[in-house]
């Protein structure tokens, strides 16, 4: 019933960008909290940033602050990541995740746990080269 489908992954060198889509379905998208989170080989799942309230809120990881962008189109029911000065450790899988059931409130608490979302997309491949 709900699905999260990642695109847009692909190779760029060091200092290149790239911009994440995930399109959802299968639940009200405007009332959720969903984020960003990436897995490189060898190392756990991490948290790369978070969005709530409508799209109004966003919360980072120190890694993504300054670079990276989060964002929704509540239109299309589209997550967005927008990533700009790309650097190798950036190369991981990228999983976007949902959780429709947030209180906004305390998102901030939690937002980094992937126990806390519901939902989670197939994950879409950035590999950053030197």
């Known amino acids: 019933q709900v699905r999260l489908v990642e695109s847009g992954g692909g190779s760029v060198q060091s200092g290149g960008s790239l911009t994440l889509s995930c399109g959802a379905s299968?639940?009200?998208?405007?009332?959720?909290?969903m984020g960003w989170f990436r897995q490189a080989p060898g190392m756990e799942r991490e948290a790369v940033a978070g969005?709530?309230?409508?799209?109004?809120?966003?919360v980072y990881a120190g890694s993504a602050k300054g670079r990276f962008r989060i964002s929704q189109d509540n239109a299309k029911k589209t997550l967005h990541l927008e990533m700009n000065h790309l650097k190798p450790e950036d190369t991981a899988t990228y999983y976007c995740?949902?959780?429709?059931?947030?209180?906004?409130?305390?998102?901030?608490?939690?937002?980094?746990?992937?126990?806390?979302?519901?939902?989670w997309g197939q994950g879409t491949q950035v590999t950053v080269s030197s």
């Open positions: 969005i709530y309230r409508g799209g109004g809120s966003e």
């Open positions: 995740a949902a959780q429709p059931n947030c209180p906004f409130d305390y998102y901030r608490e939690w937002w980094y746990r992937i126990v806390e979302y519901n939902y």
């Open positions: 299968g639940y009200t998208f405007g009332s959720a909290c």
